[in-house]
C-alpha cells in the first residue's frame, strides 16, 4: 500500500513538475515572439509599436511571477490618510459642452481611474494659489489618471478623477518623436473642436504651450503635446488604444465634461510621474512670499524707478520676444524715461511649483493691464522664477 502510494506521489510531482516546465516553455517561446516583433517594429522605425510590444512581454512575465507580499494592515489608533470621494462634475452651459458628443461603443472596459487619499493638512505638491473657483488638472502618468481640481476657501478640492492613456515612452519628454509625454506646468492655449481635426482626435482637443520656457532652456524640442478624445468606436485600453505619441487622450465623454468647465487659455495642467502631496502651511508660506515679490515688481514698475524695477529680474533672464537681460534692461530705461506715469494692474493670477524643479521654480500666470500715458495693453503673461540666495528673481516671460 505504501508503496502504490509513494508511486503515485513521485507520479504527480513529475506531473506538476512537467507542468511549470512546459509553461516556462511557454512563457520563453511567447518572450521570443515579442522580442522578433519588437525587432521588425523597430526595423520598420514604427517605435509606438515597439513600446506596445515590450509593454505585453512585460506583463506576460509578471504574470508568471509570485504575487508581491500584501501590506500589513494598519494597527489600531493609527491614523489614516482621508479618502476625497469623487463628486460628479457640475453642469456647464458653455459652447463647448453644448456641442454633441461623440458616441462610443462599449467594446471593452474602461480603465479606472485611481482614487486619491489627501489628509485634511495635505495638499497637491504642484498647486500654490488660483482664482477663486478656477478649475486646474494633475496627470499622474504612471497611474493613468487625471485629477480634475478646483480652487476654493483657499484650498485646491478633488472634484473627479478621469481615466486617460498617455505616451509610450513613460519617461520625460526629450526632442521630437521620442513618444513621450512632458513632465511639467504647462496651460491651454486653446480648444478646437473636433469638427475641425482629423476624426481620430475625436470630441477636440486642447492644445497645451509645450515647449515652455523651461523645456525650451532645457533644450527640449517637439510640438503637438494636446489633451483630447479618440476616434469613435473605440474606447481606450482597447489593443489599439492603450498608448499615445506623447498627447493625453481621455474618453469623448469626459472630454466633452471638461470642456464645459475648463477655460480654453490659461487653465493650467500639471504632468507628473506620480503626485506628490506638500503640507499646507508650507505651501501658504512659499505663496506668500511669491505674491509680495510680484507686489514688488508692480510696484517699482509703477515708481517709475527703472534701477529698481531692474532689480526684480535675475541676470540669466530672458524676455518673451528673446532678449537677454542687458538688452532688456536698456529697453526698459529708452521706453520709461518717457513715461509721464505708469498704472499695472494684475488679475486672474494663479502660482504652481512645476514638481521635477523641487521647489527652486515658480510659474506665475496672470492677466497685465498696462495703462500709461502714451501706451495702453492687455496680455495674459507667464512669469518664470528661480529661487536663490537672495531669493526669488524672473528668469522668464512669455505670453499666451
Keep these: 500500500m505504501m508503496l502504490i502510494l509513494s508511486n503515485g506521489l513521485l507520479a504527480y510531482l513529475y506531473y506538476k513538475e512537467g507542468a511549470a516546465n512546459r509553461a516556462l516553455a511557454k512563457l520563453a517561446f511567447d518572450t521570443h515572439a515579442r522580442i522578433g516583433q519588437i525587432q521588425e517594429s523597430l526595423n520598420q522605425k514604427d517605435i509606438q509599436k515597439a513600446y506596445t510590444h515590450l509593454a505585453d512581454a512585460q ?18 489608533g493609527e491614523e489614516q490618510p482621508r479618502t476625497i470621494a469623487a463628486q460628479p462634475a457640475p453642469a456647464s452651459t458653455s459652447p463647448a459642452a453644448a456641442m454633441t458628443a461623440a458616441t462610443t461603443v462599449p467594446a471593452a ?55 486617460c492613456i498617455v505616451g509610450a515612452n513613460h ?52 510640438t503637438g503635446i494636446w489633451l483630447h478624445g479618440h476616434s469613435t468606436g473605440k474606447n481606450i485600453g482597447q489593443e489599439d488604444l492603450q498608448n499615445t505619441k506623447g498627447c493625453i487622450v481621455v474618453s469623448n465623454e469626459d472630454l466633452k465634461e471638461l470642456a464645459g468647465l475648463l477655460k480654453p487659455s490659461g487653465t493650467p495642467i500639471t504632468v507628473v510621474g506620480k503626485l506628490d502631496l506638500a503640507t499646507l502651511s508650507d505651501q501658504n508660506q512659499t505663496s506668500m512670499e511669491i505674491m ?77 493691464k498696462y495703462r500709461s500715458n502714451n501706451f495702453d495693453s492687455d496680455s495674459n503673461k507667464l512669469f518664470y522664477l528661480k529661487h536663490g540666495q537672495a531669493g526669488w528673481h524672473i528668469i522668464g516671460e512669455s505670453v499666451f
Design 59 to 76: 506583463k506576460k512575465i509578471e504574470s508568471y511571477l509570485p504575487p508581491p507580499p500584501r501590506a500589513k494592515k494598519a494597527a489600531a
Design 292 to 368: 509680495k515679490f510680484i507686489e514688488g515688481w508692480r510696484q517699482a514698475w509703477e515708481s517709475g524707478n527703472t534701477k529698481k524695477y531692474i532689480g526684480y529680474f535675475a541676470k540669466e533672464f530672458v524676455s518673451g520676444d528673446g532678449m537677454s537681460y542687458e538688452a532688456f534692461r536698456r529697453h526698459k530705461e529708452k521706453v520709461n524715461s518717457s513715461k509721464k506715469f505708469i498704472r499695472v494692474k494684475m488679475e486672474d493670477l494663479a502660482i504652481l511649483l512645476p514638481p521635477e524643479q523641487n521647489g527652486q521654480i515658480a510659474v506665475v500666470r496672470f492677466v497685465q
Design 171 to 222: 519617461n520625460d519628454k526629450k526632442e521630437a518623436g521620442d513618444l513621450a509625454t512632458p513632465k511639467g506646468t504647462y496651460f491651454f492655449i486653446r480648444f478646437t473642436p473636433g469638427s475641425s481635426l482629423p476624426e481620430k482626435y475625436g470630441y477636440g482637443a486642447f492644445v497645451l504651450n509645450y515647449p515652455n520656457f523651461l523645456d525650451r532652456k532645457d533644450r527640449k524640442n517637439g
Design 109 to 163: 472596459p474602461m480603465p479606472k481611474a485611481v482614487t486619491l487619499a489627501i489628509s485634511p493638512d495635505k495638499t497637491p505638491q504642484p498647486f500654490l494659489l488660483a482664482t477663486a473657483g478656477e478649475y486646474l488638472l494633475l496627470c499622474e502618468k504612471d497611474h493613468k489618471t487625471l485629477h480634475l481640481f478646483r480652487f476654493g476657501n483657499g484650498k485646491f478640492n478633488l472634484v473627479k478623477s478621469y481615466p
